[in-house]
Structures are given as structure tokens and as C-alpha cells.
């Protein structure tokens, strides 16, 4: 990512929130920053690194991308708690699309659910990171039939 695309992705990402300048405080100190599941920029799914792990058959983080990637999903991932959980960014409306997401242990998180959101160049622990690269735009959001897809095998 150049710089140029990271200063670009920085205000996109930070417009997440009702406080943009909050979050790129708390990214200038290397700590995520907490902001809506859904809102304006993008809507989240969040599933258990379990059945992550299950659906790609591993554990690594090499196998987790290729198989994210196998089912069109290149960007847009992050993780968090070792990872316990793996957030996927959305475009924002999608998550209404309620019967798409009626599988065990996916939710659609909402505008009052917070997600720990890292700057976009961090991509390893700990805490939350980047395992496909962080979005720069509307444009790089994941494809919700991909994740559907992922998800129902």
C-alpha cells in the first residue's frame, strides 16, 4: 500500500465514526479504535474464528486468505483476540439482507455494536489486524454473495 492509498484509506475508514479525529489518534498510538458495525462507509459480519478455521481447513493465515480468496473475498478482513473473531466489511444496507446471513454463529452487527478497528497498514498482532488488506473505498469492499458463499460451503 502506498502512501498515498493508506492516507486515503485513513480518511475513509475514520469517517466510520461520529469522531474521525478520535480514531486517527488512537491509530497514531497504535491501539484500534472503536467504531460502529454499521454506518455510513461500510456494515460488518462478524463470524467465530472456529468456523472460519473449519470452512478453510486450517489454522494458518496463509490457508485462511487463499481460502477467503477461492470465494472472491481479496480484501476487507481484519481479526481480533489471537484471533477469536473475524470481522468482514460490507457494503453499508447489506446486512438488511437478513437471509443471507442466517447461518450459525454469523452476525450482522448494527449501528450500537462496536468493532475494534486497526489502522489500515496493521496487519499482525496483537490485537486487532488486517489478514486481507484494509479497504481504501466504497470500491474495495467484500462482495456479500462472496461471503455467503464462504460461509455456506
Not at 25 to 54: K, Y
Amino acid at each position: 500500500m502506498t502512501f498515498a492509498e493508506r492516507r486515503e484509506a485513513v480518511e475513509w475508514l475514520a469517517s466510520q465514526s461520529y469522531d474521525p479525529l478520535r480514531v486517527r489518534r488512537a491509530w497514531a498510538t497504535s491501539r484500534s479504535a472503536l467504531v460502529p458495525g454499521a454506518g455510513p462507509c461500510f456494515d460488518t459480519i462478524r463470524m467465530p474464528a472456529p468456523l472460519v478455521r473449519r470452512i478453510a481447513g486450517a489454522r494458518d493465515r496463509t490457508s485462511i486468505q487463499a481460502a477467503l480468496a477461492e470465494h472472491g473475498i481479496t480484501t476487507a478482513v481484519m481479526a481480533d483476540g489471537w484471533p477469536r473473531v473475524y470481522y468482514v466489511l460490507i457494503p453499508p444496507g447489506t446486512r438488511e439482507q437478513r437471509e443471507q446471513w442466517d447461518v450459525p454463529g454469523v452476525e450482522r452487527l448494527t449501528p450500537t455494536c462496536r468493532i475494534p478497528l486497526p489502522a489500515p497498514g496493521r496487519t499482525e498482532l496483537p490485537g486487532a489486524h488486517w489478514v486481507l488488506p484494509a479497504p481504501a473505498g466504497p470500491g474495495d469492499l467484500c462482495a456479500p454473495d462472496g461471503i455467503r458463499r464462504f460461509v455456506t460451503g
